[in-house]
Structures are given as structure tokens and as C-alpha cells.
């Protein structure tokens, strides 16, 4: 499915040192599809972050979407198929990581649940649950990762993406790395935590609503007075890039990883390429 990506991620992990930690842990990207089909620079600032930590980082070339478009469609005789491929995929690793609250949170909350009438692939999903993190979580709370050597000179505000805050409890990981960026002050919006009408399939099935909510989340982003935004899930910040190009608004788009990895000079979200048509 991300054979373009997967062979580039592999080409620069084997050419890269593996970190300084004396047991590094064998750690697999979860890539996503958005990331793979829009923006793989947040992968590869993933194996970066990773590999400063001291992990040693590989890519799966097997990997597969994570079903949650099905999932969340109610087809779960598609995502039982599809989550068979994934933990086929990713046996074996000490953990895999997901630059993605919204991917994360499929395989580490609703995975198991799809194979109650059987014991043993339930048995290997919820192996998969328990090995299972968002990209900020799984550096801070487990890793310990309390500083980073980038720079981002502006001022940023933060969106907490729904599946990451409410199902994993992702808030302050990423504000405490960001704490450490030189050059970067944080803004909070008065709501970050309120949906930005991405959804999923939501925004597809209800247009109108979607707007209206990323039309508010807007205003809070533009009352900030920040000029980049940063979240950790790509779905909300194209949902929320789009809307601020439509609007006219100057306002850059960033994953936080992008920017913890020292990646902040990159094209933001919905800019062309540099030197591209334009």
C-alpha cells in the first residue's frame, strides 16, 4: 500500500545510527495513510524523534490502513480482514508507534473488540493493544523523552485532536516537548480541546456541520495570535489548513512532529512544493 514511502524510510534507516541506548527497543512505524499518501515528512520526522531517543526504527512494508474508515462506517467484516493484515504486519516489535491519535486508538482500543468470537486472534489483538502509541505519548510517557534539539522561531497554538486527547490522554506530551524548541512561545486557543469537524467519514456525511465546526475552530486559532498550528493527527490539520487557505488566513500548518524534529523549514500543509508549480 506505501511502497514509495516504505522503500525510502528503509534506505534512510539503514544508513542511520540507531541511537546511543544500550538496549535500543526494535520499534515498527505505524506510517497512516494520510501521512503516506500526503505528507510523509511527518514519517520521517517520526524516525527521527524515535531514533534520537534511542530506538531502532523499521517500517513494516506489509502494512495496511488501519480500517478505521470501515470501522467508524459500521462494515466491521472488512475491518476484521483488514486487522488481521495489520497485526500479521507488526508481530514481533517491542512497540509500534503511530504518528496519529486517531490510528493509534484503533489498535490500541477497538482492535480487540472485533474478535470476540475468537479467542486467538482476540488473544493477538490485544498483544498488538498493549504494544500500541501515539508518536507523543509513547516518547514522554514511556521513553522519558524530556527535551529536543530543534528550533522554530514564531508562535505557535496547539489543537488537541479528539481520539488522541479522549481516548489516549494525549495533552501535555506534546506541550512539554514543545517547551523545549528554541525560538517557539505557545498560544492556547481558548477551546483547544473542541472538535474540528474532521471526523472521518463525518465531515463526508454531514458537509454543513463539518464546516460550521471548523469555521469556529478558526476564529480560535486566528484569536490566538499564533502564526503556525500544530496538532498531531494530519486529518484535522488538512481539515483545518484547507479552511484557513479558504479564508485567506496566513496562518501555517504544522505536525508537531515536523517541528519537534527540527523539520519547521519544510513547506507547511497545503503549501506547493519549493521550486514546484506554484
Do not use: W
Not at 475468537?118 to 522519558?144: H, I, Q, T, W
Not at 497554538?157 to 479528539?162: L, R
Amino acid at each position: 500500500m506505501r511502497p514509495i514511502f516504505a522503500a525510502a524510510i528503509l534506505a534512510a534507516v539503514s544508513q542511520s545510527p540507531s541511537g546511543t541506548s544500550p538496549r535500543p527497543r526494535r520499534v515498527a512505524l505505524f506510517v497512516t495513510c494520510l501521512v503516506d499518501l500526503f505528507r510523509p515528512s511527518i514519517g520521517f520526522a517520526a524516525v527521527k524523534l524515535l531514533e534520537d531517543a534511542g530506538c531502532t526504527v523499521e517500517v513494516p512494508p506489509l502494512q495496511v490502513c488501519c480500517g478505521q474508515p470501515a470501522y467508524n462506517s459500521g462494515d466491521r467484516q472488512t475491518t476484521r480482514a483488514i486487522a488481521v493484515q495489520v497485526i500479521n504486519a507488526f508481530d514481533g516489535y517491542d512497540a509500534v508507534v503511530a504518528p496519529s491519535g486517531s490510528c493509534g486508538g484503533m489498535l490500541s482500543h477497538h482492535y480487540p473488540g472485533l474478535f470476540d468470537d475468537d479467542p486467538a486472534m482476540k488473544a493477538r489483538a490485544e498483544n498488538l493493544a498493549g504494544r500500541s502509541y501515539e508518536l507523543m505519548a509513547f516518547l514522554v510517557d514511556v521513553l522519558g523523552v524530556e527535551t529536543v534539539t530543534a528550533r522554530y522561531d514564531g508562535a505557535v497554538t496547539y489543537h488537541d485532536a479528539c481520539s488522541g486527547l479522549r481516548e489516549l490522554g494525549v495533552k501535555q506530551q506534546p506541550r512539554r516537548l514543545l517547551a523545549a524548541v528554541k525560538g517557539l512561545s505557545v498560544r492556547e486557543m481558548k477551546t483547544p480541546e473542541v472538535c474540528c469537524g474532521f471526523g472521518g467519514t463525518f465531515c463526508v456525511k454531514y458537509p454543513e456541520i463539518s464546516n460550521a465546526m471548523v469555521g469556529e475552530k478558526s476564529a480560535d486559532i486566528a484569536g490566538s495570535g499564533a502564526d503556525t498550528l500544530l496538532a498531531g493527527d494530519l486529518g484535522c490539520l488538512m481539515n483545518m489548513a484547507g479552511k484557513l487557505q479558504r479564508e485567506g488566513s496566513q496562518v501555517r500548518v504544522r505536525h508537531v512532529a515536523e517541528v519537534l524534529a527540527g523539520m519547521g523549514d519544510l513547506p507547511a500543509i497545503g503549501e506547493p512544493e519549493r521550486g514546484g508549480p506554484g
